[in-house]
């Protein structure tokens, strides 16, 4: 695939300082310039920046050479999208509706770091004996691994969808009705949600870690202190399988960690579905909040996109 992944989200919040303090326990760690945060395998990931309501102000997405940029020029135009070459390796381009700066760049692949896995025990299945679980023995803080994907709540789904699909190209992994789709431009199943809404507006960002385990101690340590940073979690989700425990950041955005997520789909082997009800949503866990689906600042968000609009 031309492209291959996510580089770096930017969000503006209206409170950098608290924000970063969020998301460096999260497990991110803070640069010394430019607002910039990292995870372990994919370096300067989060970049946190002010704005007076929260949304994602950029999305850096990886290409391999410069003729993918071409090619994504000459798309973009046949959509009548202006896009900007000027700079070396890079092509900046507004994602309609939402207004999200895409940035699309010439990068190396990240080379994650190899998790090994623990030895586990089930019925007439022993790997592990004499000795304590892997996980029970974990210490230190958890740290996510990189970037998986971002979600954005969109007024003009068909639109904004084009842009990603048609323009930057994107596949399509998978549907929520007719009301999201998930997208991917690396090997994970999805590397962007659009989901129509009332507002365009950032839901989630979502940052891998090693495996459920690593979910479950990121979230413990983020909800020793602050039981109000829980939305929803433990749970698998359907579309992806992966593991997911979402939380919440001070200015409103949710930010994920996941595990596990469906890899590598073929073009022509992988058929997209449709899911409805509770497919869409996740095979098993706490039924999601009402929140979750209908953030408790949507309204102030739709006054926000109007303005903006
Ligand atoms: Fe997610």
Redesign the pocket.
């Known amino acids: 695939m031309p492209l291959h992944g996510l580089a770096s989200v930017t969000i503006g919040v209206p409170d950098v300082e608290v924000t970063s303090a969020y998301y460096a326990d999260f497990g991110l760690a803070p640069q010394p310039a430019g607002g910039w945060m990292s995870t372990t395998d994919g370096g300067h990931q989060l970049r946190l920046v002010h704005r007076p309501h929260r949304q994602l102000v950029e999305l850096v997405v990886r290409a391999s050479d410069r003729d993918d940029l071409a090619r994504i020029a000459g798309r973009l135009a046949r959509l009548d999208v202006p896009a900007d070459g000027s700079q070396p390796d890079t092509l900046v381009a507004v994602a309609p509706a939402v207004g999200t700066r895409v940035v699309v760049r010439v990068l190396p692949p990240i080379t994650p770091t190899v998790a090994p896995l623990p030895a586990s025990n089930g019925p007439g299945r022993t790997e592990r004996f004499n000795r304590r679980a892997d996980a029970v023995l974990r210490s230190g803080a958890v740290q996510p691994r990189r970037l998986?994907?971002a979600?954005l709540g969109t007024t003009q789904l068909a639109v904004t969808k084009a842009f990603f699909v048609d323009g930057l190209g994107f596949k399509i992994s998978d549907y929520i009705s007719d009301r999201g789709v998930f997208l991917r431009c690396s090997a994970d199943h999805?590397n962007l949600?659009l989901l129509a809404a009332p507002a365009n507006f950032l839901?989630?960002?979502?940052w891998e870690v090693d495996d459920a385990d690593e979910i479950g101690r990121g979230a413990t340590a983020m909800l020793e202190d602050h039981p109000e940073r829980h939305v929803w979690g433990l749970g698998r989700?359907h579309a992806?399988g992966?593991f997911?425990w979402?939380l919440r950041d001070p200015a409103g955005n949710?930010s994920?960690y996941?595990a596990d997520m469906d890899a590598n789909l073929d073009d022509q082997l992988w058929k997209p579905e449709v899911f409805e009800g509770r497919e869409g949503l996740y095979d098993w866990g706490p039924p999601p909040p009402p929140s979750f689906l209908h953030p408790d600042d949507l309204a102030d968000l739709m006054i926000g996109s109007h303005t903006a609009a």
């Not at 839901?203 to 979502?206: G, I, L, N, P, V």
Request: charged share 5%; glycine share 12%; no cysteine.
């Open positions: 998986g994907h979600v999805h949600l839901h989630h960002t979502s989700h992806g992966n997911f979402y949710f994920e996941f």
